[in-house]
């Protein structure tokens, strides 16, 4: 780097001239920064592209890279590098691209629907599950209802990524003294993010014999009235992953 007018990354107290620029970017953008030199250099090409720089305790920022030569009588002499930062916008982008999804996902499924004829309600239920399923980033999950004596939640409906899993194909024995049922009963969302978010009483209840995993529970109610749940996992030996968005 032979000349800056401002830090490549603000608050960076490292001198980069004389440096080699590669020491200022993270390795994932080593490739298509060097790939944006090569072209400024060898083919006197402009190019542009994004890069995003996570900062501890503050989030991301997002910059634009726009990398092209400088030219004297005709031969290139330097490749200059451009940043803007553009984490406001990137921001807003990202929101509507996510609402967008989220819109097409709620449109696809009512959409069918409403078309639907009453022997395919099934088929439609477990299609709009799996739509659910992947919009959230689950590997699994149930639709459970209960029993006419409320003391069993049964599977009625299963989406599975792997379909030898063998989570959730069985019955759910209520505990209601349990912090699980209390939530769902009062139509709050249950997640489970570590098994010392329970109690083993719980714990027995919700996995039986199976091995420990993040899942989200939401409630049904119909009325005011919890009738089932609809349970999202995700896969065994991973940590919780799900963003606030969406639960």
């Avoid at 920022?61 to 330097?78: F, M, Q, R, S």
Wanted: with cysteine; net charge neutral; hydrophobic share 40%.
């Amino acid at each position: 780097i032979n000349f800056i007018n401002n830090p490549l990354i603000p608050g960076n107290e490292r001198d980069p001239l004389g440096n080699s620029i590669y020491q200022f970017v993270k390795k994932e953008y080593t490739e298509t920064l060097e790939k944006s030199i090569t072209r400024a250099f060898k083919h006197k090409e402009k190019s542009t592209f994004e890069i995003e720089i996570v900062r501890d305790g503050s989030g991301s920022e997002w910059y634009t890279v726009k990398a092209g030569p400088l030219l004297l009588d005709n031969c290139i002499t330097h490749a200059m590098l451009i940043l803007e930062n553009i984490t406001e916008k990137k921001k807003a982008r990202i929101a509507c691209d996510e609402r967008l999804t989220f819109e097409n996902m709620l449109s696809t499924i009512s959409t069918y629907f409403i078309n639907i004829s009453i022997n395919k309600l099934d088929i439609g239920i477990k299609k709009a599950l799996k739509l659910l399923a992947l919009y959230i980033k689950a590997s699994c999950a149930s639709v459970f209802l209960f029993d006419e004596i409320y003391s069993y939640m049964e599977p009625s409906y299963l989406w599975c990524e792997n379909l030898s899993d063998p989570l959730y194909h069985y019955s759910i024995k209520i505990d209601h003294g349990s912090y699980i049922y209390n939530e769902l009963a009062a139509g709050k969302l249950v997640r489970i993010k570590k098994t010392g978010d329970l109690t083993s009483r719980e714990f027995l209840m919700l996995y039986q014999d199976r091995d420990f995993r993040p899942v989200l529970i939401v409630p049904m109610l119909c009325n005011g009235k919890l009738f089932g749940a609809i349970l999202f996992a995700q896969k065994t030996g991973t940590e919780d992953s799900w963003e606030e968005k969406y639960t």
